[in-house]
Protein backbone atom coordinates (compact mmCIF):
# COMPACT_ATOMS: atom_id res chain seq x y z
CA UNK A 1 0.00 0.00 0.00
CA UNK A 2 2.67 2.19 0.90
CA UNK A 3 4.21 2.07 -2.99
CA UNK A 4 1.04 2.74 -4.21
CA UNK A 5 0.69 5.79 -1.98
CA UNK A 6 4.06 6.85 -2.69
CA UNK A 7 3.55 6.48 -6.50
CA UNK A 8 0.48 8.58 -6.47
CA UNK A 9 2.61 11.26 -4.93
CA UNK A 10 5.26 11.31 -7.16
CA UNK A 11 2.87 11.68 -10.15
CA UNK A 12 0.78 14.37 -8.70
CA UNK A 13 4.43 16.19 -8.03
CA UNK A 14 5.42 15.94 -11.61
CA UNK A 15 2.15 16.34 -13.20
CA UNK A 16 0.97 19.44 -10.84
CA UNK A 17 4.15 20.73 -11.89
CA UNK A 18 4.09 20.23 -15.32
CA UNK A 19 4.69 23.79 -17.45
CA UNK A 20 2.63 24.23 -20.90
CA UNK A 21 3.86 25.74 -23.66
CA UNK A 22 3.85 25.45 -27.45
CA UNK A 23 5.97 22.88 -29.30
CA UNK A 24 8.77 23.69 -31.63
CA UNK A 25 6.70 22.92 -34.47
CA UNK A 26 3.49 25.49 -33.11
CA UNK A 27 5.69 27.83 -33.19
CA UNK A 28 7.13 26.65 -36.68
CA UNK A 29 3.26 26.54 -37.94
CA UNK A 30 3.02 30.00 -36.56
CA UNK A 31 5.95 32.19 -37.61
CA UNK A 32 5.06 30.36 -41.35
CA UNK A 33 2.16 31.86 -41.33
CA UNK A 34 3.10 35.12 -40.55
CA UNK A 35 5.53 35.41 -43.02
CA UNK A 36 3.00 34.46 -45.66
CA UNK A 37 0.96 37.10 -44.20
CA UNK A 38 3.74 39.06 -44.39
CA UNK A 39 4.72 38.61 -48.37
CA UNK A 40 0.51 39.41 -49.10
CA UNK A 41 0.19 42.51 -47.03
CA UNK A 42 3.59 43.91 -47.50
CA UNK A 43 3.54 45.15 -51.05
CA UNK A 44 -0.20 46.45 -50.61
CA UNK A 45 1.26 48.80 -47.75
CA UNK A 46 4.76 49.58 -48.77
CA UNK A 47 2.28 51.16 -52.45
CA UNK A 48 0.19 53.13 -49.99
CA UNK A 49 3.09 55.00 -48.86
CA UNK A 50 4.55 56.01 -52.26
CA UNK A 51 1.27 57.03 -53.18
CA UNK A 52 0.91 59.22 -50.50
CA UNK A 53 4.43 61.06 -51.42
CA UNK A 54 3.09 61.16 -54.59
CA UNK A 55 -0.12 63.00 -53.07
CA UNK A 56 1.99 64.88 -50.94
CA UNK A 57 4.01 66.42 -53.87
CA UNK A 58 0.48 67.08 -55.51
CA UNK A 59 -0.45 69.47 -53.03
CA UNK A 60 2.47 71.19 -52.41
CA UNK A 61 2.52 71.64 -56.04
CA UNK A 62 -1.49 73.44 -55.78
CA UNK A 63 0.09 75.60 -52.38
CA UNK A 64 2.75 76.50 -54.92
CA UNK A 65 0.93 77.55 -57.57
CA UNK A 66 -1.64 79.79 -55.04
CA UNK A 67 1.23 81.37 -54.03
CA UNK A 68 2.65 82.49 -57.66
CA UNK A 69 -1.18 83.77 -58.25
CA UNK A 70 -0.85 85.75 -55.15
CA UNK A 71 2.57 87.36 -56.43
CA UNK A 72 1.06 87.38 -59.93
CA UNK A 73 -1.48 89.57 -58.31
CA UNK A 74 1.03 92.11 -56.50
CA UNK A 75 3.48 92.11 -59.45
CA UNK A 76 1.35 91.96 -62.63
CA UNK A 77 3.40 89.03 -63.82
CA UNK A 78 4.98 85.27 -62.70
CA UNK A 79 8.39 85.19 -61.86
CA UNK A 80 10.87 84.09 -64.40
CA UNK A 81 12.50 80.98 -64.55
CA UNK A 82 15.91 82.24 -63.41
CA UNK A 83 13.80 83.93 -60.35
CA UNK A 84 12.28 80.49 -59.60
CA UNK A 85 10.32 79.86 -56.60
CA UNK A 86 12.85 81.52 -54.24
CA UNK A 87 10.56 84.98 -55.20
CA UNK A 88 8.38 83.57 -53.32
CA UNK A 89 9.65 84.16 -50.18
CA UNK A 90 12.91 86.89 -51.41
CA UNK A 91 12.52 89.89 -53.15
CA UNK A 92 13.66 89.80 -56.86
CA UNK A 93 16.10 92.87 -57.47
CA UNK A 94 14.14 94.91 -59.74
CA UNK A 95 10.86 93.97 -58.77
CA UNK A 96 8.01 96.59 -58.44
CA UNK A 97 4.82 95.74 -56.33
CA UNK A 98 5.69 92.55 -54.58
CA UNK A 99 4.15 92.12 -51.27
CA UNK A 100 5.68 89.08 -49.59
CA UNK A 101 7.08 86.71 -48.66
CA UNK A 102 3.89 84.40 -50.33
CA UNK A 103 5.08 81.38 -48.39
CA UNK A 104 5.37 80.42 -44.18
CA UNK A 105 9.42 79.88 -44.30
CA UNK A 106 11.30 78.33 -46.87
CA UNK A 107 10.06 77.31 -50.37
CA UNK A 108 9.45 73.64 -49.22
CA UNK A 109 11.39 70.61 -50.93
CA UNK A 110 9.23 67.77 -52.74
CA UNK A 111 8.46 64.37 -50.47
CA UNK A 112 11.99 62.52 -52.19
CA UNK A 113 14.07 65.98 -50.03
CA UNK A 114 14.74 67.83 -53.91
CA UNK A 115 13.77 71.05 -54.52
CA UNK A 116 10.42 71.50 -56.86
CA UNK A 117 11.46 72.73 -60.40
CA UNK A 118 10.04 75.94 -62.09
CA UNK A 119 9.93 77.02 -65.77
CA UNK A 120 7.70 80.27 -66.28
CA UNK A 121 7.18 80.44 -69.63
CA UNK A 122 5.68 76.69 -69.11
CA UNK A 123 6.09 73.30 -71.42
CA UNK A 124 2.93 72.27 -70.29
CA UNK A 125 1.14 75.38 -69.11
CA UNK A 126 1.49 78.71 -68.78
CA UNK A 127 4.26 77.92 -66.13
CA UNK A 128 5.48 74.75 -64.53
CA UNK A 129 5.84 73.38 -60.92
CA UNK A 130 7.23 69.51 -61.21
CA UNK A 131 9.29 67.24 -59.21
CA UNK A 132 11.09 64.76 -60.97
CA UNK A 133 9.89 62.06 -58.28
CA UNK A 134 12.00 59.42 -56.32
CA UNK A 135 14.62 58.78 -58.91
CA UNK A 136 15.41 62.49 -59.54
CA UNK A 137 15.61 62.42 -63.23
CA UNK A 138 12.44 62.47 -66.00
CA UNK A 139 10.28 59.81 -66.67
CA UNK A 140 9.39 56.60 -64.68
CA UNK A 141 6.69 55.03 -63.03
CA UNK A 142 5.37 54.46 -59.88
CA UNK A 143 7.63 56.67 -57.32
CA UNK A 144 9.81 57.68 -60.01
CA UNK A 145 7.48 59.28 -62.34
CA UNK A 146 6.86 63.06 -62.79
CA UNK A 147 4.89 64.81 -60.42
CA UNK A 148 3.76 68.26 -61.96
CA UNK A 149 0.79 71.35 -61.74
CA UNK A 150 -0.32 69.55 -65.40
CA UNK A 151 -1.65 66.06 -63.33
Same mark, same amino acid.
Given at each position: ??? %????????????????????????????????????????????????? #??????????????????? #????????? %?????????????? %????????? #??????????? !???? #????????????????????????? !????????
Amino acid at each position: MSF %TRTSASRRQRFTGNKQSGFTLMELLVVLAILGLLMSLVGPQVLNQLGGA #KTKTALIQIRDLEQALEMY #KLDVGRYPN %TAQGLQALVEKPGG %TAGWNGPYL #KGDVPQDPWKQ !DYLY #KYPGERGELDIFSYGQNGSPGGDGE !DADVGNWQ
